[in-house]
């Protein structure tokens, strides 16, 4: 099992950027898949970007061009770089593990606001 926690959320206007943190309990390396979703009011929580243990890379086609995963390994750490909000944006995101299963974070909010 894995424990992760997310950082990083907050209130921004359209157009700002801001850095997601996710901390892993244990070596990334060990983790097949480390990923963001997010969960706007009254949708469905949805894939954003994730990143494999070997660095492959993947993102939603609505934050393609705009959001940039990466890892830090010595620090057991996955960011999510947000830049050019959008109000649409707005969502609790989540940070998961993907292991033998699902494991995931509590959740941080961002908004993004004029």
């Known amino acids: 099992q894995v424990r992760v926690v997310e950082s990083g959320g907050g209130l921004v206007q359209p157009g700002e950027s801001l850095r997601l943190s996710c901390a892993a309990s244990?070596?990334?390396?060990?983790?097949?898949?480390m990923g963001w979703y997010r969960q706007a009011p009254g949708k469905q929580r949805e894939l954003v970007a994730t990143?494999?243990?070997?660095?492959?890379?993947n993102y939603a086609d609505s934050v393609k061009g705009r959001f940039t995963i990466s890892r830090d390994n010595a620090k057991n750490t996955v960011y999510l770089q947000m830049n050019s909000l959008k109000p649409e944006d707005t969502a609790v995101y989540y940070c998961?593990?993907?292991?033998?299963?699902?494991?995931w974070g509590q959740g941080t909010q961002v908004t993004v606001s004029s």
């Open positions: 998961n593990a993907r292991t033998s299963g699902d494991n």
């Open positions: 244990r070596s990334l390396f060990s983790i097949n898949t």
């Open positions: 990143i494999t243990n070997i660095g492959t890379t």
